[in-house]
């Protein structure tokens, strides 16, 4: 968005419904998805819940609520949520009865939703009333752009409808309806949106980058007691041998040429010849005979240390 | 940790022949020697059901092979992973836990979901943070558990008499004393009960449990932590009235139990990498499995339990890292390395 005109709905539709997608990016709001969003007609239920509930506590709160401190505008956008749902349900009650979806939690859940929240406080307070507008209808558009399609592949993989009305697939997988499906479904989902952002918008993709916390500490090489640490002269024997392997024979080099660590899966591998030889003593001993330096971390541990901003703490401790 | 160069260098420095031979070829996997450890409950199975175990497990193979095939294709990466041979493990280890009649669809839709949901979206074997043929059997017995518990009877001649509840899983979950008592501890053992293509012979998976203890012995704490675990909530807490000992066997040869104990919590990809630490690791698994089995829905949950062990081991090991537990590990490390350069020290030669 550049400072010189005015924010307009495409300037909101592209950053709030499509690059900060509510769902997909700021992973907000996905309980009513993962569990309710088995139909596509639940899914459109809720989206459609969901854009008064949005507009309505969003322009409010920048209308009313830039004065009022947070810890009660937090409740407030409850209880403005609450009342507009419960509207909502009655209205459904009264005038639509044969609607019966199994949403009815759900559906008063919308109320305490997590997108509503962090707009109105990310945004709506801070802003004037036509950019709180416009990002309240672009993020309900953007969370409606994504239950409807997870609703609707959904019905169709677990259950072979679409609408309620029966249609051939080859084959039918219940466990897609369960909530872990759903986490799957929007899994692929984010992933395909990241994929379309890094492609197309790759100016945006730091934005879209989600920020994880690393759990544990892993003991580490660099961590570990000086006399544990590897031997410089062990280091340089290593090194002067592949320089011995290099220049007698071109095969290895070729061959190590085509190694390439970051992407060759069996970088990390070790020959398993000679590995019978086992110690008791060596219950305590470094297990140097597996993947990579880091020791005691699992994949999730691994998947962590991944996390860029964790690079980036990392640095920003060492410049200080 | 000398490689096979430094080894088998000459005294003169050179590379040998030999030694730049084997440096040439590609680091094996160590998802080769799974797959040798499988070979032995495979053969077992052949003796069983013959032909029907081959089709099973050349349909799972071929299936997660061509599958992890198509999505690099289509994502554009280096066919290079499928060298590592994590897909046929996959696709062999779905069969081997599926029944020999399963239908060919029901292998593949497995294998499918094993490569394309657990491991590829994660890059390489080692990256993914779940076991994939545990996903992949847990998908299928969340949507198909008809099929997947339809073992057919081991005495049939043509395998299509279906004996509903008959494996042993069944009959411990319903408590059904009667007939695991008939069957007998030698069929138990042998494998010689509907069940699983390849879980149901203890003495095969304990043969494939020497083949880990020879090719990566630190693997065995994992399946030791496992299996303590497992044999002491076994015998304390017997389902139905068995006695003690038969209810050890028995736990332990019902349905996945071993088979998981040996290839899924042993997984490189997901297990930690001390010697203590895989043992906690392998209890902790043994737990859940066992609670899932106590408490379960299906009559043989072990596949939801190494998932869930994967999902919270972080936990765990934040939790162990409270309780200064890596520190410790550091210590005793760094004891055990002055004591090998002690030891080097008094033998002249360089430390191992």
């Known amino acids: 968005m550049s400072s010189g005109r005015k924010y307009s709905f495409s300037d909101a539709l592209f950053s709030s419904t499509f690059i900060h997608n509510p769902v997909l990016i700021q992973a907000a709001g996905l309980c009513a998805i993962v569990a309710v969003a088995t139909t596509l007609k639940t899914a459109v239920l809720l989206a459609a819940a969901f854009f008064p509930v949005l507009i309505i506590t969003q322009v409010f709160a920048c209308l009313a609520l830039k004065r009022v401190p947070r810890w009660i505008r937090v409740a407030i956008y409850l209880l403005i949520g609450t009342a507009i749902i419960a509207g909502i349900i009655y209205a459904i009650d009264t005038f639509m009865p044969e609607i019966s979806l199994g949403a009815d939690i759900y559906l008063a859940l919308t109320a305490a939703n997590s997108i509503i929240a962090l707009h109105c406080e990310k945004l709506a307070v801070k802003t004037d009333l036509r950019h709180a507008f416009f990002d309240s209808v672009a993020t309900a558009l953007g969370y409606a752009a994504v239950i409807i399609p997870v609703g609707a592949l959904r019905e169709m993989i677990g259950s072979s409808t679409i609408w309620g009305a029966n249609i051939k697939v080859p084959m039918t997988y219940p466990a897609i309806l369960m909530p872990f499906g759903g986490f799957l479904v929007l899994a692929f989902f984010a992933a395909a949106l990241k994929a379309l952002i890094n492609k197309r918008f790759p100016e945006h993709s730091a934005e879209t980058e989600m920020k994880i916390k690393k759990t544990s500490v892993i003991v580490s090489k660099k961590n570990l007691p000086e006399n544990l640490a590897p031997a410089e002269e062990e280091k340089e024997t290593a090194e002067a041998e592949e320089t011995v392997e290099a220049e007698e024979t071109v095969e290895v080099e070729e061959t190590v040429e085509a190694e390439d660590p970051k992407e060759d899966d069996l970088a990390h591998f070790e020959p398993l010849d000679g590995e019978g030889k086992f110690d008791l003593s060596d219950i305590f001993a470094k297990d140097d005979e597996d993947e990579d330096d880091k020791d005691y971390g699992s994949a999730f541990n691994r998947l962590f240390d991944e996390a860029k901003d964790f690079d980036s703490d990392e640095k920003k401790e060492g410049d200080k | ?352």
Not at chain 2, 179 to 197: Q, T
Not at chain 2, 325 to 332: D, G, V
């Open chain 2, 1 to 352: 940790m000398q490689n096979f160069c430094q080894r088998n260098k000459p005294a003169n420095g050179k590379v040998g022949f030999m030694a730049r031979f084997k440096r040439i070829k590609a680091p094996k996997s160590p998802y080769m020697n799974y797959l040798l450890m499988l070979a032995a409950p495979a053969i077992v199975s052949w003796y069983y059901y013959g032909a029907l175990a081959f089709r099973a497990i050349l349909t799972g193979i071929i299936s997660a092979v061509a599958v992890e095939a198509v999505a690099l294709l289509i994502m554009k990466r280096k066919l290079n992973c499928l060298s590592d041979m994590h897909a046929v493990f996959t696709g062999f280890a779905i069969a081997m836990l599926l029944p020999a009649t399963a239908p060919i669809w029901l292998i593949g839709a497995g294998a499918a979901f094993a490569i394309l949901v657990a491991k590829i979206p994660f890059g390489p074997a080692h990256k993914a943070p779940f076991v994939p043929a545990a996903a992949g059997m847990a998908f299928l017995t969340v949507c198909f558990p008809d099929e997947v518990f339809k073992y057919p009877a081991i005495d049939s001649a043509s395998f299509d008499v279906f004996d509903a509840g008959s494996s042993l899983a069944a009959q411990l979950s319903a408590g059904g004393i009667q007939h695991v008592n008939s069957v007998g501890i030698m069929s138990m053992i042998s494998g010689n009960v509907a069940g699983p293509l390849g879980t149901c012979c203890a003495v095969a998976l304990l043969g494939s449990c020497a083949l880990l203890a020879a090719g990566k012995p630190k693997r065995l704490f994992n399946v030791l932590g496992f299996l303590t675990v497992c044999s002491l909530l076994a015998v304390i807490f017997p389902r139905g009235s068995f006695s003690r000992p038969v209810s050890l066997l028995t736990e332990l040869c019902a349905g996945s139990l071993l088979f998981s104990g040996i290839f899924f919590v042993t997984d490189p990809g997901t297990s930690p990498k001390h010697p203590l630490t895989r043992f906690i690791y392998g209890a902790f698994a043994g737990i859940i499995c066992m609670i899932l089995r106590y408490f379960g829905t299906f009559e043989d949950g072990t596949c939801f339990g190494i998932l869930l062990t994967n999902a919270f081991w972080p936990i765990v090991d934040s939790a162990l890292r409270k309780i200064d537990y890596y520190k410790f590990i550091e210590k005793s490390m760094a004891k055990s390395a002055e004591k090998r350069k002690q030891k080097a020290a008094l033998k002249g030669g360089e430390p191992a």
